[in-house]
């Protein structure tokens, strides 16, 4: 092997026990500051592929008002005509939903794309709320009716139908994935709505929500522990209910996101007390075995940082949600520290080594 080779082999085994090391340690994440539209807090709710945002952030004038986060910049996507509003989901194409203030007082669905904002209805009541919306433009969320009940939607091609409920007045849509199945409440129970149909997917505990659903059909969301009276994050999958327990001794969770890996985000906090304290709350990250304090997995970016909440990951394993910055409350992103190119570059080492040792081999006689 010529002196090329040989370097080249020295660089690749370098980046293989580089990238062995770090698949072997729980890998850290570096935490950015997403900043606001002008006042001093913002919440990020949802995160795409391509790493787009959403959520809600304080304006100028002391308004909070929905944005995308794109490109390194925080657009403000204005409101129904009203005061307020935030951005709760957003699909592969910057399409955000989510809830907005309108002229005549009351708080709107709406649907972003095309640099406008349109306002998706009710189910003949006075409100509604969008949750998420999939890669084919649909939403889910909750309607009032003209009877006054509240009902999960699914709004699709330009209307907006009632998912129904398992009983009583209430029933809300959190979660939709690209086939077009919804999780959320119904009854005070977690459902899975598909081919036209709501189904209680409860099997542990004592009442439970839905609050995302990935592209296999596995669920997160959580469940009333009844032995020791708190919320518990739960994985659902091929039927049945796992509790994903918590952080803390004795204390609760909730999980509110889930990518195709499984990956479940969300908050955890101490049990239940008669003052919770919110800024006990911690973002965690369960990676299919543990339930993860994301606090502690953070890199020297993390200085001053308490992270409260994580609302959404992507495939990527990038996670947005709030938290406190030298005591402001603040929209965050997460990325992997090393980024997935870190390992793309590695196996291009093992490529160009690979085609060395080949070329090598061919001018031997």
Request: glycine residues 18%; aromatic residues 6%.
């Amino acid at each position: 092997m010529n002196v090329k080779s040989n370097m080249l082999t020295v660089l690749v085994a370098g980046l293989c026990a580089a990238g062995a090391h770090d698949a072997a340690a729980v890998t850290p994440y570096r935490v950015t500051d997403l900043g606001t539209l002008g006042g001093t807090f913002s919440v990020a709710n949802a995160i795409n592929a391509s790493g787009q945002i959403t959520g809600g952030a304080q304006t100028k004038d002391g308004t909070r008002h929905a944005f995308l986060f794109t490109a390194g910049s925080m657009l403000d996507l204005g409101t129904l005509g009203g005061e307020s509003s935030e951005g709760a989901g957003i699909n592969a194409s910057g399409h955000v939903t989510g809830t907005a203030g309108t002229a005549a007082g009351g708080s709107h669905a709406f649907l972003f794309s095309g640099g406008s904002m349109m306002d998706l209805g009710t189910l003949g009541g006075a409100f509604s709320t969008g949750s998420d919306i999939n890669d084919m433009g649909q939403v889910t969320g909750q309607a009032s009716t003209a009877d006054g009940a509240t009902r999960a939607f699914l709004y699709s091609g330009g209307s907006m139908q009632n998912l129904g409920t398992l009983g009583g007045v209430l029933s809300k849509g959190e979660g939709i994935n690209n086939s077009g199945q919804v999780t959320g409440e119904a009854g005070g129970r977690a459902f899975l709505y598909s081919g036209g149909s709501m189904q209680d997917i409860q099997t542990l505990g004592d009442g439970s929500t839905g609050w995302d659903i990935n592209a296999s059909g596995q669920i997160t969301g959580s469940v009333n522990d009844n032995v020791i009276i708190t919320k518990h994050a739960f994985l659902y999958s091929g039927g049945a209910m796992q509790d994903l327990g918590s952080v803390g001794f004795s204390g609760g969770s909730v999980g509110l996101a889930i990518n195709a890996d499984g990956w479940v985000t969300g908050v955890a906090f101490p049990g239940v007390t008669d003052e919770p304290d919110l800024t006990a709350e911690r973002a965690f990250l369960y990676d299919g075995t543990t339930m993860h304090n994301l606090n502690q997995l953070l890199d020297g970016s993390g200085a001053g940082w308490v992270l409260h909440s994580a609302n959404d990951i992507n495939d990527a394993g990038q996670i947005v949600g709030h938290g406190t910055h030298n005591g402001m409350t603040r929209a965050f992103l997460l990325t992997l520290v090393p980024e997935p190119a870190t390992y793309a570059l590695m196996l291009m080492g093992l490529g160009l080594l690979g085609a060395a040792v080949s070329s090598t081999r061919r001018r031997r006689p």
